[in-house]
């Protein structure tokens, strides 16, 4: 098992925002985490990459069977998870392309940040962007400035691709996106499986999950997990809404 | 003409209330007031061991000294200096009359890199410097405004023209010791069909006030100008960049990154002036300032000025904030700790402008 998450409880200042989470993601799969508006989905998200301010009530997270709650977020990432956010910040003076290469190097377990420590890499992120229909001069930019909201999800995408993590965890990778960048995305995370990764695909439509079937699907709804299944499940979902979605976890 | 200037010195006030009418100062004039009584140097800085791998070809000291090269001609004064600067402010007046060592510089051809070093003193050293780049020139000029630790103080002018149909870039990097003073301007005209490229990198020390006038006169002449800065703990810097498009078809985009680091301040400012000439157009300015640390201050103000009843183009944007959580958690969670993150947001900013790979130096080096 890749990822676990055992009876999590979290909370942020004095609002409990996770109620005993249960759930696993295994290699080579994709697991959709699914659930209205403030259901807690980004919460599990940023909890499990270790955000400051989301404090562990109880329960524990396991990365390859490891605890990686006492690790610090650049840990856990160095470990291989990656968070690709929903709506990542603009980080004016910081090239993304530098960010690429400094992302790289720590990988590499290099200190010098910015020098390219693997020439592969600059041509792999060359190659991704123009796979990705990112414009070469948007590796120079700097880090979300100026970049249209497609141009945001493509470049996290990106990252995930180059960076080859063992966990990718997708934040509502397809708000905003027209259906071409949706068809884009699904092949992306449909690789990431292939590849073996084992990917949490945060979703509130199952409109993605048409071009991804899911191998599963966790509903959450005010921080608890309220139903569990298979692709059918997102389905009556698409279909019935979230209501379905109780009738189902009491079945 | 010094005593002219000595009079208008004594006469004109320090801006103790406001630089600008919406009531705020954001240069410390007593920093400066308080330096005004302090001798002339006995000896000049050496250059600073970040700069050793550069060879100057102007070096302004106690005095100054320089070679020639084909494309270029240094003459040991400066030509009709302060004839392009108003003297309207108490610390422009002290410097025209006190200044004693001095350039002019004419390029023209492909004069190549030219590099200009400003070196300041234990006490006050007042430099000035004009130049002519001939129309049809190319290269770049490189003005390193340096200035070592102490009670001392710096002012340091240059009035530069660029003549038609010129492509040159004009860059500066001040280098102010964290508790020194130094007030630097530079004017450049930019005439008909020319093309500046100009490359900034400010850190300033105790009080810096660096600005950088750029007055686009000619049909089609083009600016594009690019600074970074950084405010480090205990050091005040004030970084003005303003354009004045006067030609028609005129062209400009200022862009300014800048940081304020722990306890420092730092301001980064410019007006895009469109005067009513300038027909057709386009200006555009954009600065950001992040602050990393809760006591450190910054502010971006860009204004723009449109006097053209038709421009092409004109934008302004500033953007101004405190390194959020937000910022550190995306950079931690790419596999950056904090304090690498932190560097590479400044390494950044101080990047921007691309001064510091020009020159060759790591800028985190230099704070």
């Known amino acids: 098992m890749a990822l676990e998450v055992k009876g999590l409880s979290v909370r942020v200042r004095d609002k409990v925002v996770l109620k005993g989470v249960s759930l696993s993601v295994r290699y080579g799969t994709v697991h959709a985490v699914m659930g209205p508006n403030g259901s807690g989905k980004s919460s599990l998200a940023y909890t499990i990459m270790g955000r400051e301010g989301y404090e562990v009530m109880e329960g524990d997270i396991l990365l390859d069977g490891e605890s990686i709650l006492g690790l610090e977020t650049h840990e856990r990432a160095l470990r291989g998870i990656y968070l690709a956010m929903q709506d990542p910040p603009a980080l004016p003076g910081v090239r993304f392309g530098t960010l690429v290469v400094a992302a790289s190097n720590k990988r590499l377990g290099e200190a010098e940040l910015t020098r390219v420590k693997d020439p592969s890499v600059i041509r792999s992120m060359r190659a991704l962007a123009s796979e990705l229909g990112l414009a070469p001069e948007l590796l120079q930019r700097e880090v979300n400035v100026g970049f249209s909201g497609g141009e945001r999800k493509r470049s996290e995408l990106l990252q995930a691709a180059l960076l080859k993590p063992k966990v990718v965890i997708l934040d509502e990778p397809d708000s905003g996106l027209d259906v071409d960048g949706i068809k884009k995305v699904a092949e992306y995370i449909r690789r990431f499986r292939e590849e073996g990764r084992a990917v949490m695909l945060i979703t509130h439509y199952a409109r993605l999950l048409k071009h991804v079937v899911p191998d599963e699907v966790t509903v959450l709804i005010g921080g608890e997990v309220v139903a569990r299944g298979g692709a059918e499940l997102a389905f009556a979902i698409e279909e019935k809404g979230y209501a379905i979605a109780k009738e189902w976890g009491m079945k | ?367």
């Open chain 2, 1 to 367: 003409m010094r005593q002219k200037y000595l009079e208008l010195f004594r006469s004109l006030p320090f801006q103790h209330v406001a630089d600008t009418p919406t009531v705020r100062h954001y240069t410390d004039w007593r920093v400066f007031e308080e330096r005004l009584g302090l001798p002339h140097s006995e000896t000049e800085l050496e250059v600073p061991p970040q700069l050793s791998h550069i060879r100057p070809h102007v070096r302004l000291g106690l005095g100054a000294s320089y070679v020639t090269r084909e494309g270029v001609k240094v003459f040991g004064e400066p030509i009709e200096p302060m004839s392009t600067i108003e003297v309207a402010d108490k610390m422009t007046a002290y410097h025209a009359a006190s200044w004693r060592a001095g350039a002019h510089l004419e390029l023209e051809g492909e004069f190549g890199n030219l590099y200009v070093i400003s070196l300041g003193g234990e006490a006050y050293m007042g430099h000035h410097l004009t130049l002519k780049v001939r129309g049809g020139a190319s290269g770049n000029v490189y003005f390193l405004d340096v200035l070592p630790d102490g009670r001392n103080l710096k002012t340091f002018f240059i009035e530069g023209a660029v003549e038609e149909k010129a492509s040159v870039g004009i860059h500066l990097l001040s280098l102010h010791s964290p508790g020194s003073a130094a007030f630097t301007l530079g004017k450049f005209l930019i005439y008909d069909g020319a093309e500046v490229t100009s490359r900034s990198l400010v850190v300033g020390g105790k009080m810096s006030r660096v600005q950088l006038d750029y007055v686009v006169k000619g049909e089609g002449a083009k600016l594009k100008a690019f600074a970074s800065s950084a405010g480090r703990s205990g050091t005040k810097t004030d970084f003005v960049l303003n354009s004045y498009n006067v030609g028609a078809y005129s062209e400009v985009i200022v862009a300014g990154r800048g940081a304020a680091l722990d306890k420092g301040y730092l301001s980064l400012r410019g007006s895009a002036i469109v005067e009513e000439s300038a027909r057709q157009a386009s200006s555009e300015i954009e600065l950001q300032v992040i602050m990393l640390g809760e006591e450190a201050r910054g502010f971006a103000v860009p204004v723009l000025e449109i006097h053209s009843g038709e421009v092409a183009k004109g934008n302004h944007s500033a953007g101004i904030s405190h390194v959020a959580a937000e910022h550190l958690f995306y950079l931690s969670s790419r596999g950056l700790s904090r304090k690498e993150a932190e560097r590479l947001m400044v390494s950044g900013i101080l990047g921007f402008s691309g001064l510091a790979e020009e020159l060759n130096l790591d800028p985190l080096e230099l704070l």
